[in-house]
């Protein structure tokens, strides 16, 4: 679930904060620039594990602080395809059922990767696997709230870094479009589809 990403980095510290140790001060400003935040291709970043370089530091004409290289390990949270996870439901949606592990939520099991057969009812807003026994078929609802146990397939890097206006939106005739749904910059895909996976209770209470 979570990996120690090698990474460099320029790190700025101001003069008020030369009185302090060099480490210290570069380890809070890391940690202000990365931590809960999502890299491109690596992951989302949790805090710093340690500094492992230090090179020489320059302060430049014009500007009283210094400038450091550093070399340094982060901890990262990026699961691996196959990983078993246990989160809670977030909610549901046609889209499928959405996951929460607490720090973070980007996480959606598509339709054709509940156990099926499924679906979805619209009155309450969830995902209902249809149990057939014997006896007949029974509603086994996945409720907010409820623990899930699933599996990673897939992951997903958009890269969400501003970009510069269009030409058309930087013409004098106003648009009418609906401004783009904001999107995850990383997203993990998930299933259920296989025995042992799903809600908790389904496999307790059977």
């Not at 008020?16 to 001060?25: A, I, M, V, Y």
């Not at 006896?135 to 969400?160: P, S």
């Not at 030409?167 to 999107?183: G, H, Y």
Request: with cysteine; aromatic share 12%.
């Amino acid at each position: 679930m979570f990996i120690l990403v090698e990474m460099v980095d320029t790190v700025r510290t101001t003069p008020w904060h030369f009185e302090r140790k060099l480490n210290d001060s570069i380890a809070e400003e890391l940690n202000k620039k990365l931590a809960n935040k999502v890299v491109y291709n690596v992951g989302l970043c949790i805090c710093l594990f340690d500094i492992t370089k230090l090179e020489d530091s320059y302060i430049f004409p014009g500007d009283g602080a210094s400038h450091t290289k550093v070399h340094f390990r982060y901890v990262v949270f990026r699961p691996f395809l196959d990983e078993i996870l246990m989160g809670k439901i977030k909610g549901c949606s046609q889209e499928g059922v959405h996951v929460s592990l607490g720090f973070f939520d980007d996480i959606v099991i598509p339709p054709d990767s509940l156990q099926q057969p499924a679906k979805f009812d619209e009155a309450e807003q969830v995902w209902v696997w249809v149990y057939e026994t014997e006896e007949g078929a029974h509603d086994l609802y996945m409720d907010v709230g409820e623990d899930i146990r699933f599996r990673i397939v897939d992951e997903t890097f958009i890269d969400t870094s501003p970009t510069g206006p269009s030409s058309a939106e930087t013409s004098s005739t106003p648009s009418t479009e609906e401004p783009p749904r904001k999107e995850s910059p990383y997203t993990l895909v998930a299933s259920i589809s296989e025995p042992g996976l799903g809600l908790l209770s389904w496999w307790t209470n059977n």
